[in-house]
């Protein structure tokens, strides 16, 4: 029986990041938040109502309790981390730009607890009771353990019957373009609703063409019940399970700050999906990622009010 809406496992980690308008080598005073895909996702889910569990390896230290009390507070259920002495937790260094400026992203995350883990330190349990079991490849990139598990993870929660959600969520700087193709392939291969960013796709596979092509080959390269390919300011093409194609544009936004638009994108996504209506999947997915954007850090701080005004308000609509 389930008893869970999402469960996921990943890495959590501390973000630093200097105010609009001054640089990391000069600031005086950093922002401190807590920022990692997976947990991103969570607390964006549980704020709309989900029951949310999501699970890691955090350090018996105040930043491992930082991050394990900041899920709590916004209601995600933290009882199956693994609590270790001794061990690091991530952190990530925001230069935060403005046009023409990008945004740099310095990381300090290598031998973090979580990416030192082995799979018997993770609670497989709940991929049992869940609905949904939602993973990314940045867990599978930050170590051997971690993947691993993920596959365990998988195999448990298909066992049990429940939808195996996965966010290729590619990045460079964790490992090489054929690193990833080697290790992402199967996890895409297994997954009943894959995201995918365009030009990851094309970094990765090598998939090129228009967004319609793009999602069509991705569809054919794993085989996924839903294909979604996100488009960044353009929106997205999700292949749906009768084989149609769908294109969701993005929501007009004033950007405060874009990190963690795409999980914030993901978890939309996937509350209509726990409705059992994709048609609402399409009008959640870029609400969430607009709203998130309007808010400092990675976290989608949002109500299911704010969810519908924006839905509600918007006046393009679906493109089909």
């Known amino acids: 029986m389930t008893s869970l809406d999402i469960y996921t496992f990943g890495e959590s980690m501390i973000r630093l990041s200097s105010p609009i308008g001054q640089r990391i080598e000069t600031v005086q005073s950093l922002d401190l938040r807590i920022g990692g895909t997976e947990s991103n996702l969570s607390i964006a889910l549980a704020r709309l109502g989900r029951k949310v569990a999501w699970t890691s390896v955090l350090p018996v230290?105040?930043?491992?309790?930082?991050?394990?009390?900041?899920?709590?507070?916004?209601?995600v259920d933290t009882s199956h981390v693994a609590w270790v002495e001794g061990e690091r937790i991530g952190v990530y260094f925001l230069d935060t730009g403005s046009s023409p400026r990008a945004t740099q992203v310095l990381y300090d995350r290598k031998d973090s607890a979580v990416a030192r883990s082995t799979p018997d330190q993770i609670d497989m349990?709940?991929?049992?009771?869940?609905?949904?079991?939602?993973?990314?490849?940045?867990t599978v990139a930050i170590g051997s353990g971690c993947a691993e598990a993920c596959q365990q993870l998988i195999t448990r929660a298909k066992n049990a019957g429940a939808t195996v959600s996965f966010d290729v969520n590619y990045r460079s700087l964790l490992w090489s373009p054929a690193e990833a193709r080697a290790g992402l392939t199967p996890f895409c291969e297994q997954a009943d609703i894959l995201f995918c960013g365009r030009e990851d796709a094309e970094t990765i596979w090598g998939i090129t063409g228009a967004p319609e092509d793009v999602v069509q080959e991705m569809h054919r390269q794993f085989d996924s019940t839903i294909t979604v390919a996100t488009l960044g300011g353009d929106g997205a093409i999700v292949r749906m399970p009768d084989g149609s194609l769908r294109r969701t544009p993005s929501v007009a936004v004033d950007i405060?700050?874009?990190?963690?638009?795409?999980?914030?994108?993901?978890?939309g996504f996937l509350h209509g999906y726990l409705d059992g209506d994709l048609e609402r999947s399409l009008q959640c997915a870029p609400a969430m990622a607009a709203l998130k954007m309007t808010i400092s850090g990675d976290l989608a701080v949002i109500t299911p009010t704010e969810l519908e005004a924006v839905i509600n308000r918007s006046t393009r609509g679906i493109i089909r």
């Open 61 to 75: 230290n105040p930043l491992g309790q930082r991050i394990a009390r900041e899920l709590n507070w916004h209601g």
């Open 125 to 138: 349990s709940p991929a049992e009771r869940t609905r949904i079991l939602h993973l990314t490849g940045i």
């Open 256 to 267: 405060v700050d874009p990190v963690g638009a795409g999980d914030a994108f993901a978890a």
